[in-house]
């Protein structure tokens, strides 16, 4: 079982209207889309499309929490979140005619009390789970080494780790020793105070973190494909036929390639994050891929030694 | 006991961002704010401000509804909702550093079963009633006639009621009789095909909304006052002090005032509803006044018939 921990879970609401939206006036919302985000949570949906055993965990509250547990209900994606006393935040993206404008609400209080519960049902959660993915921000109160501890108390239940965050989070999560840590080209750059834009500069930045405790460093670069650093190799995969469309959520998708592939060959692993990348980008919404797409992105793959 | 009636109640949440809302990009909430809405809930609020014994009625669903529930509960507004299966709108503001900028849901659909139990909890409500209050849109699936038939049944019940509404909702409802009705200039305009922009206007279009049925009209101009038209009279209050501030609700306060009055002078009602006018806009958020700005401000009101 792949287990996936969102400790920052949302409820990702997109309100579509008519024309632009125009500072200073009010608009009618024409329709409203709504999801459960976070993302690990976005990360757990792409595993059980793909017909994965997969549990989504984390921390949900207030009415937000209930709605983002039932959506996840509807989708059948099983989740064992932890409740808390604090209000789930929202997600809002306004789509008018001619761009898309996102509203994040800060995420929810959590007590020292709360984060224990959790601790203690991620270590019981643990005994069942081959792999761990560890996703996104930490919501107020959540000790900044959270994710260290988390990434400690699997490695000594011999559970390997992915770790996808930014900022401190990161920075003192990496120096547990997940099994990958997956930054995007920005996260990277700050985490190793190095300019990362190509393959040449993420291999340096990429080197840098390893120094920092991470066993390896897949670096998402977009359409320019992802890039492996680990000791003594350098591997870039990128698509062939890149896909034009949602970029929000590629990053997700790539993880859960690289979630489903644990033990395999680093070839394989990178060729499945990259068409998982690119079929995530064929869907509008975030945190879901398009399998017609992956299928055929799969086959397209290409990889080079750097 | 007054009772106020709010068919498309909803949530108001107000989102604080740092800097300029700019389209296309991705904004963090800085601070919400959420309280109860709908313009009969708003009237409510301010009745219950001003200690009067105050029912607010309507339709609610979904955990929106019960958000919606809880908050007035926190105030101590007293509320006899009728659930839906629907869910409750949220409407949403965003003040940014130099703009406020509004995303309204559409409203919950109703079923002719929900607006049937909504009706006859009305009629059990009625028995306890001194004044009614419409206020506001009607959602999706109630008859456009539905004020119309709930101006009748109170009517029937000897009950006066103050009708806030626009467009058909104001049109049909006008039909059936109010004691009064409260619209802005724009919806007296609209409903009397006449131009209003300034006060001899607003009595011409007055005068043409008393054929269609109405008892009384008190247009609602802003800082320019009120304008009370009923046959054989016109009489004008304005705030001799206006109060520069927020509009939004100013004419929720001026409903109010005049439903807490009913059975009095014209005089003194529409020093009330000036009053209290003039005391929403000292409030920032919709649906309050300020009760050191209403008790100034009733001392100080311009009266002339006109």
Chains 1, 2 share one sequence.
């Not at 920075?171 to 985490?191: D, M, Q």
């Not at 105070?193 to 390893?210: H, M, T, W």
């Not at 975030?286 to 793959?301: E, K």
Request: glycine share 12%; aromatic share 4%; with cysteine.
């Amino acid at each position: 079982m792949i287990l996936t921990v969102t400790l920052n879970a949302a409820l990702d609401a997109t309100y579509f209207i008519e024309g632009d939206l125009n500072p200073g006036e009010t608009h009618r919302v024409c329709a409203i889309a709504e999801r459960a985000g976070g993302k690990g949570v976005n990360v757990a949906r792409v595993l059980h499309q793909l017909g994965e055993d997969v549990i989504a965990t984390g921390l949900v509250g207030g009415r937000t929490g209930d709605h983002v547990q039932s959506l996840l209900d509807a989708e059948g994606v099983s989740a064992a979140f932890v409740r808390i006393a604090g209000e789930s935040r929202r997600t809002t993206v306004v789509v008018a005619a001619s761009s898309a404008t996102g509203f994040w609400e800060p995420g929810p209080a959590v007590t020292g009390a709360e984060w224990a519960d959790f601790r203690a049902g991620f270590e019981r959660l643990l005994a069942r789970a081959d792999t761990v993915v560890l996703s996104g921000s930490l919501p107020p109160g959540i000790p900044v080494e959270a994710y260290a501890d988390l990434i400690r108390l699997a490695r000594a239940a011999e559970v390997p780790t992915l770790l996808d965050a930014d900022g401190d989070a990161l920075r003192f999560g990496i120096a547990a020793g997940p099994a990958v840590v997956v930054p995007n080209a920005a996260e990277l750059a700050e985490l190793s105070s190095q300019p990362v834009d190509g393959i040449a500069s993420a291999e340096r930045a990429g080197r840098s973190a390893l120094t920092m405790g991470g066993q390896a460093v897949v670096a998402t670069l977009g359409v320019r494909g992802v890039v492996l650093i680990e000791p003594g190799r350098c591997l870039r995969a990128w698509p062939l036929h890149p896909v034009a469309g949602n970029p929000t959520g590629a990053g997700d998708a790539c993880v859960a390639g690289l979630a489903r592939t644990v033990g395999r060959p680093w070839a394989e692993r990178l060729s499945e994050a990259v068409a998982l990348g690119a079929a995530a980008a064929a869907v509008p919404t975030a945190g879901a891929v398009d399998l017609p797409t992956y299928q055929q992105q799969r086959l397209h793959v290409a990889l080079e030694e750097c």
